[in-house]
């Protein structure tokens, strides 16, 4: 993973490394999964005490935003999503206030997973583009946003919707 490998164009392209790339395959999968797991300045801290060498955290944000990521389509008719949000620090080092901003998460049949950021249109989209039935199981919290959502699927006749409810039974002590 740390180290320095010579190999000719042709084996580039073989192996899909690109020019002048500093990181190998395993060191990119590392600094990626460590960029999903915690903020990019955590992941650069982390980087160099597990290997040695420092891989910025401004290298960290380029190589997340290189990445494209497919969205998964059901392989069969879709009767249950459920959707939640929340909220995501942005740390600017210009900006002192480090806004938060809005997400989304869609779980389809309890398997395929997917998140938009700020985007509520495509996941509208994505759900869309699904062949939902009816009747169609809908799980959310109590934000009206979630169901303002769900409302938005027209291709479905029956919607269940069922209510994630959560009370918290053990006050502080």
Known sequence: MVGVLEIRQSQ???????????????LEKANLRLSANES??????????????????????????????ESAEAKQGVSEVSID???????????????????KAVRVEGIDYNAFFQDNDSLIDYLSAQRLLSPQVCLGDGHAGVWNLFTQLTTVETRWEILDWYRDVFPSM
């Open 85 to 103: 949000g929340g909220k995501v620090r942005l740390r600017d080092l210009l900006e002192s206030d480090s806004p938060w901003r809005d997400y």
């Open 12 to 26: 580039a392209e073989r192996l899909g490394v690109k020019a002048y790339s500093r990181l190998s395959g395993g």
């Open 40 to 69: 990019f300045q955590d992941a650069e801290d982390d980087i160099v005490a597990l290997t040695e060498m420092r891989v910025g955290h401004s290298t960290q944000q380029r190589l997340v935003g290189r990445q494209s990521f």
